[in-house]
């Protein structure tokens, strides 16, 4: 370097240290939870879960038994409990979006990298911190649902424990299936860097695709519903398998498959795009 | 030190940047001037890493940006249009940023009151004034006591005092050593903190020059003089290096003698002077004049009084 005009006389600063993955991880901590959007959000999935495991069950007990026979015959007390994470993972799929678009339509976004100019440990740690903050919240709550459901059902005798058989399962399983939820809307966030445009592909591949799915002829529709990302993350939630749904954890499996795909995804267009 | 060798990159056909080379040193404010739409904030975010350049390279104190390890230690940034979340408060967002390189929470305060952000720094960000939003940006440019430091348009939205501040700001990180490289559309801001100019228009390199050569430069000393008898005048005034054009009103426009001389000389003439007035050009003036064919942005009238951007130049002089 040629000389400066003036000399560096300042005192030295303390010793610069490595972005590394775990510093940013600690950062994007920092950013989830300075958020007010974080806690309405996630409020919201919460009052859903337990709200509805309070409506559903109470609807059922009140008008038991139903006109139709075969409703009984097939009544699975665990999924009633927990009708309310199809309202949640509405919360916590526009919040997993929002976790990146919202960097992107601040312009933080520039900070961001200016500060981690690899990016990726960004998209990372905001995968991580976000399914471990929907993890570490749905496992609770929805236990909660599925005590306080069970509890309105006993009136009628309906209910169930969690130690019969693919209860627990069913369960946990539904606190997962939310957070892989949450995961596919950070890489779509992330893949397509605009809130409304995120949003509305989440719920496209969430619930439209169903309804498209449905209107094909049968021999088209049959083999292809089972493997639509909705109906496989759903499979985990029902205690008895659905036959015309994959295996549990296979279902599951498929349904953060397609969220590490459009994590990969976002990870590529991430390196190769301007910010 | 900043060094870009080649810098050009390309939106589509339209080139933003093209093919600029300079090289930024320590230890002094270099002013990056240009026209709105020059290219200036697509070269900065170049030098952060943030576009990649079509072809060439910058590198900050020798790396590209990405290669540096702790990137905030070597660069401070304050980008345009404050990359701020809204939602957030001040000092989330600083130590969110400090978080990422280690930096300690003492160091968040530190440069929060050097800002004199204190009392607001747990309120949300979506409810500063620009000139406070100005003030955290420029909090987290310096959050990592960095080598070298880019600055886009700094002063915008700040009150005078607000402006006076920045300016020892930069002067005083110059001092120490650092690299300042500022950019502004406004050339009396420039004329008050850098030392060195690079003047760019529709992306391309205009000048490099101190800014004691430009000022040299743009000032013609042209010297407005009127009188009853301006032919005899122009005649006593004649000489080498002296150029006497006739201005309408009995007037002349003299350049090569001071108002001193040419005073001097039609008293020896005992030629009756009516006006002796020295007329500089501002440099705002020698700044449009060097850029007027690469303003991006014309007003729909007369193109002298429409290089937009410049007229609000003078509200600080």
Same mark, same amino acid.
């Given at each position: 370097m040629s000389t400066a005009t003036a000399t560096p006389t300042r005192p030295p600063a303390s010793k610069p240290k490595r972005v590394n993955q775990a510093r940013v991880l600690l950062s994007e901590w920092?950013?989830?939870?300075?958020?007010?959007?974080?806690?309405?959000?996630?409020?919201? !999935?919460?009052?859903?879960?337990?709200?509805? *495991?309070?409506?559903?069950?109470?609807?059922?007990?009140?008008?038991?038994?139903?006109?139709?026979?075969?409703?009984?015959?097939?009544?699975?007390?665990?999924?009633?409990?927990?009708?309310?994470?199809?309202?949640?993972?509405?919360?916590?799929?526009?919040? @997993?979006?929002? +976790?990146?678009?919202?960097?992107?339509?601040?312009?933080?976004?520039?900070?961001?990298?200016?500060?981690?100019?690899?990016?990726?440990?960004? +998209?990372?740690?905001?995968?991580?911190?976000?399914?471990?903050?929907?993890?570490?919240?749905?496992?609770?709550?929805?236990?909660?649902?599925?005590?306080?459901?069970? *509890?309105?059902?006993?009136?009628?005798?309906?209910?169930?424990?969690?130690?019969?058989s693919g209860v627990l399962r069913a369960v946990i399983g539904a606190a997962l299936f939310l957070t892989v939820v949450g995961l596919l809307g950070i890489g779509l966030g992330a893949l397509l860097r605009n809130t409304a445009g995120g949003i509305s592909t989440l719920f496209g591949l969430l619930f439209v695709l169903p309804i498209i799915v449905r209107f094909l002829p049968s021999s088209w529709s049959d083999p292809i519903n089972k493997y639509l990302p909705s109906n496989a993350g759903e499979a985990i939630t029902h205690v008895h398998p659905d036959p015309s749904l994959l295996a549990p954890w296979t279902g599951l499996g498929l349904f953060f498959g397609y969220a590490v795909i459009v994590l990969i995804a976002a990870a590529v267009s991430l390196r190769r795009r301007d910010a | 030190m900043i060094e870009?060798?080649?810098?050009?990159?390309?939106?589509?056909?339209?080139?933003?940047?093209?093919?600029?080379?300079?090289?930024?040193?320590?230890?002094?404010?270099?002013?990056?001037?240009?026209?709105? $739409?020059?290219?200036?904030?697509?070269?900065? %975010?170049?030098?952060?890493?943030?576009?990649?350049?079509? *072809?060439?390279?910058?590198?900050?104190? @020798?790396? =590209?940006?990405?290669?540096?390890?702790?990137?905030?230690?070597?660069?401070?940034?304050? =980008?345009? !249009? %404050?990359?701020?979340?809204t939602g957030r408060s001040a000092f989330n967002h600083l130590l969110a940023l400090a978080q990422t390189g280690g930096i300690s929470r003492a160091r968040v305060d530190e440069v929060v009151d050097m800002v004199g952000l204190r009392e607001v720094a747990r309120k949300r960000v979506g409810g500063f004034s620009l000139g406070m939003g100005q003030r955290l940006g420029i909090a987290s440019a310096l959050l990592g006591d960095p080598h070298t430091l880019i600055l886009?348009?700094?002063?915008?939205?700040l009150?005078?005092? $607000?402006?006076?501040?920045?300016?020892? =700001?930069?002067?005083?990180?110059?001092?120490?050593?650092?690299?300042?490289?500022?950019?502004?559309?406004?050339?009396?801001?420039?004329?008050?903190?850098?030392?060195?100019?690079?003047?760019? @228009?529709?992306?391309? =390199?205009?000048?490099?020059?101190?800014?004691?050569?430009?000022?040299? &430069?743009?000032?013609?000393?042209?010297?407005?003089? &009127?009188?009853?008898?301006?032919?005899?005048?122009?005649?006593?005034?004649?000489?080498?290096?002296?150029?006497?054009?006739?201005a309408p009103g009995n007037a002349l426009e003299v350049s090569g003698l001071s108002t001193d001389q040419i005073g001097l000389a039609a008293g020896r003439a005992g030629i009756t002077l009516l006006e002796l007035s020295a007329q500089q050009t501002s440099l705002e003036e020698a700044f449009m004049e060097l850029t007027k064919d690469d303003v991006e942005f014309h007003g729909a009238t007369t193109t002298n009084e429409s290089v937009s951007p410049l007229e609000t130049a003078g509200a600080d002089r």
């Open positions: 920092t950013k989830i939870r300075s958020l007010r959007s974080t806690s309405f959000s996630l409020l919201a !999935a919460v009052v859903f879960i337990i709200g509805f *495991s309070v409506l559903v069950p109470w609807v059922i007990v009140a008008h038991w038994p139903p006109r139709d026979p075969r409703e009984a015959l097939g009544f699975d007390p665990t999924t009633r409990a927990l009708s309310g994470i199809f309202l949640a993972q509405l919360a916590i799929g526009v919040l @997993g979006v929002l +976790l990146i678009t919202g960097e992107y339509a601040t312009g933080m976004i520039r900070a961001t990298f200016a500060a981690v100019p690899a990016r990726l440990p960004v +998209l990372w740690a905001k995968a991580a911190v976000f399914a471990a903050v929907t993890l570490v919240l749905m496992v609770p709550t929805v236990l909660g649902a599925f005590l306080i459901g069970q *509890s309105i059902l006993t009136s009628k005798h309906l209910q169930t424990s969690l130690s019969s | 870009a060798l080649g810098l050009t990159k390309l939106y589509g056909r339209k080139k933003a940047v093209d093919d600029l080379t300079f090289t930024i040193r320590p230890g002094i404010v270099t002013g990056f001037l240009g026209p709105n $739409g020059a290219g200036k904030s697509t070269t900065m %975010r170049m030098i952060l890493g943030l576009d990649a350049p079509t *072809s060439g390279s910058v590198r900050v104190n @020798g790396k =590209l940006y990405r290669e540096h390890s702790a990137p905030l230690h070597e660069v401070g940034a304050l =980008l345009e !249009a %404050r990359s701020i979340h886009d348009e700094p002063v915008n939205g009150d005078p005092d $607000g402006i006076r501040w920045i300016r020892n =700001l930069l002067k005083s990180l110059a001092a120490e050593g650092r690299t300042v490289f500022v950019s502004s559309h406004l050339m009396s801001e420039m004329a008050q903190t850098a030392e060195h100019l690079i003047v760019i @228009g529709r992306g391309r =390199l205009i000048a490099d020059t101190s800014m004691d050569e430009f000022i040299a &430069r743009s000032s013609h000393n042209l010297v407005r003089v &009127r009188t009853t008898d301006p032919d005899n005048l122009a005649g006593v005034l004649a000489g080498p290096d002296v150029s006497v054009v006739a």
